[in-house]
């Protein structure tokens, strides 16, 4: 009789099945057959894994043509005007997209205006905005100094005109080359980022009407005082219509520039 550990169960033929079934080192098969059977069941899985149909279904790749649509424009068509990706907020709309239903941009900061929510924007914007456009706004932080593109000064006066929802627009995103951060920064920090650039732009450019008498008085006797930034020219404080408040602030840049 062959020796059991090593015998085929076929070669047992003395034995009865069932103790073929139950006697376990009878049972195994040798190694070369095992090896066998492992290379056909890998081969069957692989062989599985061979059909096309999922690969070849009918689809648009990205940029292919089609002539589906009258224009042939298949995989790359523009979304119909004030489309909204999935995900946004349809029941506020302007909160999400920064612009109203009516595509129009938000204007006004659509959250409750607190010191604490400066104070959030201010944080949000030096942490993801700062590298690049500096934590003054001025577009030469440390990523540009390093060889980054220059974003433009938050204080030129095409942006100083844009409404808030533009800058959450931008952050949200992107423009140009820069990318958007939604992904990054939840739309509430979005709108206090966009709050704090605001700041920046009124800590160059306020009106000098919005000051106490006192308030005044400090500002005209520090800007005698001291140089301006050598990117802001004391010019731009003073343009704007002419009124006595505006006067005020002409008088004060003029003191300055006499000063510098
Ligand atoms: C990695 C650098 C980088 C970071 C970080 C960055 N930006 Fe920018 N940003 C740029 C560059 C570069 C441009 C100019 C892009 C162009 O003109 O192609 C720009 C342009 C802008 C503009 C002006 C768009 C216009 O109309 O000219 C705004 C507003 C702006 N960014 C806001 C933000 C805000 C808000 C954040 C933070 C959430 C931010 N950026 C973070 C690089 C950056």
Not at 39 to 63: S, T
Not at 64 to 73: H, I, Q
Not at 138 to 167: C, D, K, T, W
């Amino acid at each position: 009789m062959p020796d059991p550990q090593t015998a085929s169960p076929r070669q047992n033929e003395d034995l009865p099945m069932r103790t073929l079934m139950q006697t376990g080192p009878v049972r195994r098969a040798p190694t070369g057959r095992r090896a066998r059977l492992a290379a056909c069941v890998a081969a069957a899985l692989a062989l599985a894994g061979c059909r096309q149909d999922m690969h070849d279904q009918a689809k648009i790749e990205p940029y292919e043509e089609s002539d589906f649509f009258a224009d042939g424009v298949g995989g790359a068509r523009i979304p119909p005007a004030h489309t909204l990706p999935r995900g946004t907020n349809w029941d506020d709309v302007a909160f999400t997209s920064g612009y109203h239903p009516d595509g129009t941009m938000v204007a006004e900061l659509p959250l409750e205006l607190t010191p604490e929510l400066l104070d959030r924007g201010e944080e949000r914007y030096n942490i993801f905005c700062s590298p690049c456009h500096a934590r003054t706004g001025a577009g030469n932080g440390m990523i540009v100094e390093r060889g980054f593109a220059q974003p433009p000064s938050y204080h030129e006066q095409r942006l100083r005109e844009m409404p808030l929802g533009y800058f959450f627009d931008v952050a949200s995103n992107g423009y140009g080359l820069m990318s958007g951060y939604k992904a990054q920064i939840k739309a509430a920090d979005r709108w206090a980022i966009a709050a704090w650039i605001r700041v920046l732009q009124r800590s160059r450019n306020a009106p000098i009407d919005v000051l106490s008498p006192e308030e005044r008085q400090q500002v005209i006797a520090a800007g005698a005082s001291a140089a301006r930034p050598a990117d802001e020219p004391a010019r731009q404080a003073a343009s704007g219509d002419e009124n006595e408040n505006q006067d005020d602030g002409r008088a004060a840049a003029g003191r300055e520039v006499g000063a510098l």
